[in-house]
């Protein structure tokens, strides 16, 4: 390992550049959308949804990797720099499980540490960050997302107060309703029912004559296993590339299910969104009124947040219990 200072290392400022544009551009596409659609306040409440979801996701994973690894703990190991199983020293804990987040949130796949060596708590984030998708994403993939949240928040807070559903000065109806709610459950269908699948043949043929058996396919047991099969899923819905390493996946069971399931998560959402636009630009404009209900509010924000809190809370919980969340309520 060089032990040189970073600024020594003559890659490091173009490290820095790539990171910082990888970050800075998803989030320049939201305020590049509120400028072409003259609505800045908007931007800005998307913006502010995005973040505070992204630092509830960024904040419990830092304080877990600094605070160190319980099961080292009962090995009488000190852990000063916090838990740096699979990390760089010149990064350290807490720049290691920041990048996890940023890579899960911007669905660019690099990563600085190994995912998989990471505190349950920390990979929790990491999945539920990809399994919301809507925090930042890629150049436009995050608003692709929270454009379908931001329809079911429409319609759900103009029935809470008895106002008309509108969004960009159209009415929200019927249909796009469905098609909004249907690209809502195909991301954790797709994901689950792929874990699901991986699940069942391991634990029920194990030894299938395959060229990998099943039961090779993990080096971790237990809930740890069952998370690494999660994520592989989940990072492959949500486009993002990064995984948990010690699943074996390099094999024709994995590679074609992942391949299906990136196929229909990362084409199928995109003709939702594009079909509710089209009903939407076809319908006449409704001129603000007393009864409109107003989406650039901080009120309207919140309630977006609750949305897409209690969607992936109902749709990932099971299995975020059954993975991550168990192990790190064993340790």
Request: charged share 10%.
């Amino acid at each position: 390992m060089n032990s040189a200072h970073p600024l020594e290392n003559p890659n490091y400022f173009t490290n820095a550049l790539e990171n910082i544009a990888i970050l800075l551009i998803p989030i320049g596409f939201i305020f590049c959308l509120g400028y072409y659609l003259q609505r800045r306040k908007l931007a800005w409440s998307i913006f502010g949804v995005m973040t505070v979801g992204f630092l509830l996701l960024l904040l419990p994973s830092v304080i877990s990797e600094t605070s160190g690894n319980s099961a080292l703990d009962s090995l009488g190991i000190q852990q000063a720099n916090g838990s740096m199983e699979g990390k760089e020293v010149r990064f350290g804990a807490a720049a290691s499980a920041m990048w996890g987040i940023s890579t899960t949130a911007t669905s660019n796949g690099s990563v600085n540490a190994m995912h998989d060596s990471m505190t349950p708590v920390s990979g929790a984030m990491q999945l539920l960050d990809m399994m919301i998708n809507a925090f930042y994403g890629g150049v436009g993939v995050g608003w692709l997302n929270y454009f379908v949240f931001l329809v079911i928040a429409v319609f759900v807070a103009g029935l809470m107060v008895g106002r008309t559903p509108e969004l960009l000065g159209r009415k929200i109806e019927a249909r796009e309703m469905k098609i909004a709610s249907l690209i809502a459950i195909l991301h954790p269908l797709l994901i689950l029912a792929g874990t699901a699948l991986a699940t069942h043949i391991l634990v029920h043929h194990p030894q299938a004559d395959w060229a990998v058996q099943p039961q090779a396919w993990l080096n971790n047991p237990g809930y740890h296993g069952f998370s690494e099969m999660l994520y592989e899923y989940t990072s492959s819905a949500a486009n993002n590339g990064s995984g948990f390493e010690g699943l074996g996946d390099n094999n024709i069971f994995w590679n074609f299910s992942t391949g299906i399931v990136l196929l229909l998560s990362r084409f199928l959402p995109m003709i939702g969104p594009l079909a509710i636009a089209g009903m939407l630009a076809q319908k006449q404009p409704v001129p603000d009124s007393a009864g409109t209900l107003h989406v650039h509010t901080v009120t309207f924000a919140c309630t977006t947040l609750a949305i897409i809190i209690i969607l992936a809370a109902l749709s990932f919980f099971p299995a975020l219990a059954l993975g991550p969340l168990a192990e790190a309520f064993t340790r």
